[in-house]
């Protein structure tokens, strides 16, 4: 009776444990200061950011992936592949670069890129090369497009928190959890007429999805491949989107962080 009691006492501490860490995990991923220092000219992230351009992919990976809460944690051990989040370059009217990313929630966020530089143990920038006009032509689309995901979709605007995401995060499901329990062929597409929110709440990868939003309304692919159910690792070197016609990706440029302390 007493190994009852206690089994009890523990099953019922269980979901309080997972609140507190979501949580603390959340509180620890949105500490950062309001205003970010710019690099130093001449450092090695004044240099990555002097030669992005939008469109450009950021692949981002997490050594220890427990810190991002257990929600994000178990999402990230479903999903096939090294790399937790894929998010795209924008480059805005004063040649700021921004790394625009949706996170695991949905919740869309639009960072300058030696920030997000920072928040990494390990970045992998995808170049994207075509011709310079072609790439000014999307630049303002791009930017409309990101503004917009982050009046629909930036913090504060998606429905989450954490004590219901606890209790709706189901592994068999949420979509999330999709390549855990699914072959590729059976993993949820997004409905291309849903609005963006919904898009990213019940896409397999929201970052994936975000990175084909994007890449669909400024012409990058076509737009049958919009809602395709990828997943961050698809986008790494060895895969590529199917890009428009001309338009391709360079060598990859890998950033960990001892550049950056032995750079700077």
Same mark, same amino acid.
């Given at each position: 009776?007493?190994?009852a009691?206690?089994?009890?006492?523990?099953?019922?501490?269980?979901?309080?444990?997972?609140?507190?860490?979501?949580? /603390?995990?959340?509180? +620890?991923?949105?500490?950062?200061?309001?205003?970010?220092?710019?690099p130093?000219?001449?450092s090695?992230? #004044?240099q990555v950011?002097?030669?992005?351009?939008?469109?450009?992919?950021?692949?981002? *990976?997490?050594l220890?992936?427990w810190? %991002?809460?257990? @929600? =994000?944690?178990? !999402?990230?051990?479903?999903?096939?592949?090294?790399?937790d989040?894929?998010?795209?370059?924008?480059?805005? $009217?004063?040649?700021? +670069?921004?790394? @625009?990313?949706?996170?695991?929630?949905?919740s869309?966020?639009?960072?300058?890129?030696?920030?997000k530089? *920072?928040?990494?143990?390990?970045?992998?920038?995808?170049p994207? +090369?075509?011709?310079?006009?072609d *790439?000014d032509?999307?630049? /303002?689309?791009?930017?409309?497009?990101?503004?917009k995901?982050?009046?629909?979709?930036?913090?504060?605007? %998606?429905?989450?928190?954490?004590?219901?995401?606890?209790?709706?995060? *189901?592994?068999?499901?949420?979509?999330r959890?999709?390549?855990?329990w699914q072959?590729r062929n059976? #993993?949820?597409?997004?409905?291309a007429?849903?609005?963006?929110?919904?898009?990213? %709440? =019940?896409?397999?990868?929201p970052?994936a999805?975000?990175?084909?939003?994007?890449?669909?309304?400024? /012409?990058?692919?076509?737009?049958?491949?919009?809602?395709?159910?990828?997943? !961050?690792?698809?986008f790494?070197?060895d895969?590529?989107?199917?890009?428009? $016609?001309?338009?391709?990706?360079a060598?990859?440029?890998?950033?960990?962080?001892a550049?950056?302390?032995?750079?700077?």
């Amino acid at each position: 009776q007493k190994m009852a009691s206690s089994s009890t006492r523990f099953a019922a501490l269980v979901p309080t444990a997972l609140v507190a860490w979501e949580v /603390g995990a959340g509180y +620890a991923r949105h500490r950062r200061p309001k205003e970010e220092a710019r690099p130093v000219e001449g450092s090695f992230e #004044w240099q990555v950011e002097s030669k992005a351009s939008t469109g450009d992919l950021v692949l981002t *990976r997490h050594l220890q992936r427990w810190r %991002q809460g257990p @929600l =994000r944690w178990a !999402a990230l051990l479903a999903a096939p592949g090294p790399y937790d989040s894929v998010g795209a370059i924008v480059v805005d $009217k004063g040649g700021n +670069a921004r790394v @625009l990313e949706a996170d695991i929630d949905g919740s869309v966020s639009l960072r300058p890129l030696p920030s997000k530089m *920072r928040d990494a143990d390990e970045i992998i920038i995808r170049p994207l +090369a075509w011709p310079r006009d072609d *790439r000014d032509k999307i630049e /303002g689309k791009a930017n409309v497009f990101a503004t917009k995901a982050i009046l629909e979709c930036g913090p504060g605007r %998606q429905q989450h928190n954490a004590v219901d995401a606890v209790v709706a995060w *189901r592994a068999a499901a949420d979509e999330r959890f999709a390549p855990a329990w699914q072959s590729r062929n059976d #993993w949820p597409a997004v409905q291309a007429d849903q609005p963006l929110p919904v898009k990213l %709440q =019940r896409a397999v990868s929201p970052s994936a999805t975000l990175v084909l939003e994007l890449y669909a309304s400024v /012409g990058l692919i076509p737009p049958q491949h919009r809602g395709r159910p990828l997943v !961050a690792s698809d986008f790494a070197p060895d895969n590529d989107p199917p890009l428009r $016609k001309g338009a391709r990706f360079a060598t990859p440029v890998p950033i960990r962080e001892a550049n950056l302390r032995e750079t700077n």
